[in-house]
């Protein structure tokens, strides 16, 4: 219905006019925070000031969801059951700049598990895993603010390394224990305190690599003296039996004796 005012000139009724604001306003809070199209159908995504946030926490994942949304700027999975952290996980999440892996059951992270995310990511979250230990290409370049605490960490020479190329948690560093360690009297120590007192794990690795080398030779050294032994004791024992057989045999001399006589009685 249209009421027209004056000659020619139509216009909307008050109410249409309510309603336009009204559905003007709902429209401009979903476009603020509107669900993302293509998502994982177990995870929520939001589009937020520009920002596509993927929350998949507590949704009993084991793995890493392949499909995410390409321009995911947080990625939310803690609280689920992943295990491992595959090569080229988030490749292709370029605008990656926080991901939170937290309270899962990580055990395994691969060589190449950020690659693709290196140059974006900021904050990354792997506190509350089962991880003992890492590969140290697996940081490579890396600029992010990690968390490590509450893992089942081994603290050796390759876990020093990795720690040295990465900006830690400064409020989680304390939280970073040893739960076992190439000398045993570092177990149960946060592995921050031990490294700043002088403890060098390297130069552990380095020393039972050169134990190891040491036996090693050792075991080959004692192998050859003994085959030298043995050849030279065989040797004898053939020289011996030789010896006594040329001393069996008759001599020249009884020889010529014994055919002398021969000859005189014939």
Excluded at 98 to 103: G, I, M, P, R, V
Excluded at 109 to 119: E, R
Excluded at 144 to 158: Q, R
Excluded at 212 to 217: D, G, L, N
Aim: charged share 20%.
């Amino acid at each position: 219905m249209q009421i027209f005012v004056g000659h020619d000139k139509p216009t909307k009724p008050p109410i249409c006019h309510g309603f336009a604001l009204f559905w003007g306003l709902v429209f401009g809070l979903f476009m603020k925070s509107a669900p993302v199209k293509a998502c994982p159908s177990t995870c929520h995504c939001i589009e937020k000031s520009g920002m596509t946030v993927v929350q998949c926490m507590s949704r009993n994942l084991e793995k890493i969801p392949p499909d995410l949304p390409r321009d995911t700027v947080v990625l939310l999975l803690a609280s689920n059951h992943i295990t491992h952290i595959p090569n080229y996980a988030f490749k292709d999440l370029h605008y990656l700049q926080e991901l939170d892996l937290s309270n899962n059951d990580i055990e395994t992270v691969d060589v190449g598990a950020f690659q693709g995310v290196s140059d974006s990511l900021l904050v990354l979250d792997l506190s509350n895993n089962h991880i003992q230990s890492v590969p140290k290409e697996a940081f490579a370049r890396l600029r992010a603010k990690i968390s490590f605490s509450n893992n089942p960490w081994h603290c050796e020479c390759t876990l020093q390394e990795v720690l040295r190329e990465l900006r830690l948690d400064p409020e989680t560093v304390n939280e970073v224990i040893c739960h076992t360690a190439v000398q045993e009297e570092y177990a149960g120590k946060p592995l921050i305190q031990v490294l700043d007192s002088g403890i060098n794990f390297c130069n552990f690795h380095h020393k039972t690599t050169d134990v190891a080398m040491f036996v090693t030779m050792f075991g080959w050294f004692t192998m050859v003296i003994a085959y030298v032994i043995y050849y030279v004791r065989h040797n004898q024992e053939d020289a011996r039996r030789h010896l006594e057989y040329l001393k069996s045999l008759p001599s020249s001399s009884q020889i010529s004796k014994d055919f002398d006589t021969i000859s005189t009685v014939l």
